[in-house]
């Protein structure tokens, strides 16, 4: 396989939704060449059937390119939607009537917005809000009606406009008792894991052990050779971000759900819970992606507004792993388009931060490894790369701790990480600044050096001449922990090593 890494392109990485817009074998060629590295599947939409398929065209597609492709599928959780069928608007002033699913199934109110989830209206109460699609529909609850599961809640419309099926619904001054991981969630990530996918996203989590809960549910899908899919903390809820450590912790990447987390919490916090989430993560060693309207605009417009321009700079200033675009691409009308803007904004400023001297990293005590030299080792390689003017670093691992440490010191130049594992390639392109590339299994250093240089010279990453900075387990085995760290002239390493 290739490393894919473009000389001069950006290091952060782009998570792209698949949905009707985009999910062909030739569109999803098209994302890819634009500069997506993880898809995602939105698991609250769309038949458990449709996004088994879609995985394996997109295992199809990965097998054309050559290059490892990571798939991210999203479960659900607790979400409150509307269910059935929704009238087009609601305007302000008028009076709503909400039931349940129950209430939904009888009918006994059809003229009434239903939502999907049990033990929602039981929670709620007269002067409660009531938010529908991210807060842009407004309700104030002025009656309660019934009680349990048959609970109808009346409000008036403080803020009107139009509805569509399945928007979503919060309800952010009530505590209704929902399990982050439902029965619905452990369904598809059974089925997911035996899939193939790389990630799975948990929504609304509350604290690590929602995470550990679900790790502990398909750890047994798992063939003994195999590898578990990621966890990934979607963090949107208030309790998430009082958690923050927890959460991390048992996290093995984190996202900025900025769509939820501005609706249960006051919008004018989730700028500086941005940054902070950013922060911990990437202290933590944890890779981090931030979502929810990065270039919304571009669901329609063929170019963004200047201040989504801005914020997406902003968030790759924060110091963010990746990039996630949802409708702009699952229902946009110009998902390529939209995926290399990013890429745009990224190179854009990526090169002015290489002109500013690199912050230093906060505390490092949540990063779990085996191999206590690695740090420094990743440490000393960034120094050695920016004093010698390096153009690469080609380092060679058997497990994700060495992409991860790499990737935290936030390097000027690419990272090619070479390992035998398809899997964990796939899951290295969600790092910041890595190009993952298959080999077969190394087992010197010259191999891996020989092996290193042809791919970094044909990929256009190095040309002979210029120096590479190298990391790799030393001694004769590839298979000892990363332990050696030097530096190679490019055309050198036939003769040096041979």
Known sequence: MSSNAPKGGPRTRIVVT??????????????????????????????????????ATIRQVESECGVPIAIMADLPGPKIRLAGAVPERVETGAEVTIVGPDELISNAH????????????????????????????????????????????????????????????????????????????????????????DFLAVSFCRDGDDLRRLRSKVID??????????????????????????????????????GDLGVEMDIAEVPVVQKRIVSAAVSAGRPVIV????????????????????????????????????????????????????????????????????????????????????????????????????????AWSRDEHTACLLSRERFKVPIIMFTDDVRLARRMRLLRGVWPVVTSTITTRAEFLRTAAAIAVADGVARIGEACVFVHGSGRNSERPTDAIGVLRIGDESERLS
Do not use: F, Y
Not at 41 to 54: D, I, P, R
Not at 144 to 149: F, L
Not at 165 to 170: E, K, P, Q, S, Y
């Open 110 to 197: 059809p003229d009434a917005l239903s939502i999907d989830v049990r033990g929602v209206l039981s929670a709620v109460k007269v002067g409660h809000r009531i938010l529908i699609d991210d807060g842009n529909i407004r309700l104030l609850v002025i009656a309660i009606e019934g009680a349990g599961d048959q609970t109808r809640v009346r409000g008036v419309v403080t803020s009107g406009g139009g509805l569509r099926a399945r928007n979503g619904v919060n309800v952010p001054d009530s505590d209704p008792d929902l399990p982050a991981v439902t029965d619905r969630d452990l369904e598809l990530a059974h089925a997911m894991t035996k899939a193939g996918v």
């Open 18 to 55: 698949i949905g009707p817009a985009c999910d062909s074998a030739a569109q999803i060629h098209q994302l890819i060449e634009a500069g997506a590295g993880v898809l995602r599947l939105n698991m609250s939409h769309g038949s458990l059937e449709t996004h088994q398929k879609t995985v």
């Open 291 to 394: 979502a929810t309207q990065m270039l919304q605009s571009m669901i329609e417009a063929a170019s963004p507004t200047r201040a989504e321009a801005t914020d997406v700079a902003n968030a790759i200033l924060d110091g963010t792993d990746a990039l996630m675009l949802s409708g702009e691409t699952a229902i946009g009308r110009h998902p390529p388009l939209a995926v290399e803007m990013l890429q745009r904004i990224a190179v854009s400023t990526e090169a002015w931060m290489d002109e500013r001297e690199a912050p230093e990293l906060t505390a490092r005590t949540l990063v779990e490894i085996a191999d206590p030299w690695m740090p420094a080792i990743a440490r000393g390689a960034c120094r050695i790369a920016a004093d010698l003017g390096a153009v690469a670093v080609l």
């Open 221 to 258: 899908d798992i063939d003994p050779d195999g590898i578990p899919p990621g966890i990934v903390a979607k963090v949107e809820r208030p309790a998430a971000v009082a958690n923050l450590t927890d959460v991390v912790a048992a996290s093995d990447a984190v996202l900025v759900a900025r």
